[in-house]
């Protein structure tokens, strides 16, 4: 069996909320929930956070997560993830590389399982991703939760922060992408030799990229009510949750 490692990637720099990492959370930074959460699914091997900023690396030792620092030229998680990856000692003949989001501190355990599971099943897939169903139409117009439309065998068509598919009929579902990947270590050095490509820039989704490339991905159907911290204002959303 395939190890499985796990890296969070977390920049200090985001445009929209400038040190989400380390934001409170009812007595506990984001980063470190978030860590907590992907040591409690139990399915890693190794778990690291890969960060350009100092302060976030201290904050990660303190609360006992192995810190990997990388270049603030990072454009993405994922450009972090790679960089990471080449201060590490693979001996694995391929293992299972998770990208776990650091914005999404309550994912389930059966969505980081559902993920994995796919690579593990599916030996001729490279790249696995999770998606749930959309619930209302609020969620389908708003801009800061990534919509994903599937083919018939479950990978994906295209990624949007807009409405897709626009005017769905009966039998049309529309998915919510969770934004968690797990990759085979080959394909992931090869990603880092991808150049970035239009509607990677238009969407400002990186996943695009992959499929601009001509590589597919297989995503998992699950059920999941996490929601990402893209905001200061999602801060108190996410206490209203952990008070429950």
Known sequence: MSKIIGIIPARYGSKRFPGKPLADIDGKSLL???????????????????????????????????????SEMCPTGTERLVEALKSLKITDDDPIIVNVQGDIPLLEPAVFKAVVKLLQNHP???IATAVCPIESEAEADDPHIVKCVLDKTGHAMYFSRSKIPYSPIEGCPRYHHLGIYAYRYEFIRHYAKLEPTPLQRAEDLEQLKILEHGFRIKAALVQS????????????????????
């Not at 009510?225 to 429950?244: A, C, H, N, T, Y």
Request: negative net charge; contains cysteine.
């Open 32 to 70: 470190q929930r978030t860590y907590e959460n992907a040591v409690r699914c139990k399915i890693f091997d190794e778990l690291y956070v890969a960060t350009d900023d100092i302060r976030i690396a201290h904050h990660a030792e303190k609360f006992g997560a192995k810190a990997i620092m990388t």
């Open 225 to 244: 009510g996490s929601f990402g911290i893209d905001r200061p204002e999602d801060i108190e959303k996410m206490k209203q949750v952990l008070w429950q």
């Open 124 to 126: 001729l897939e490279v």
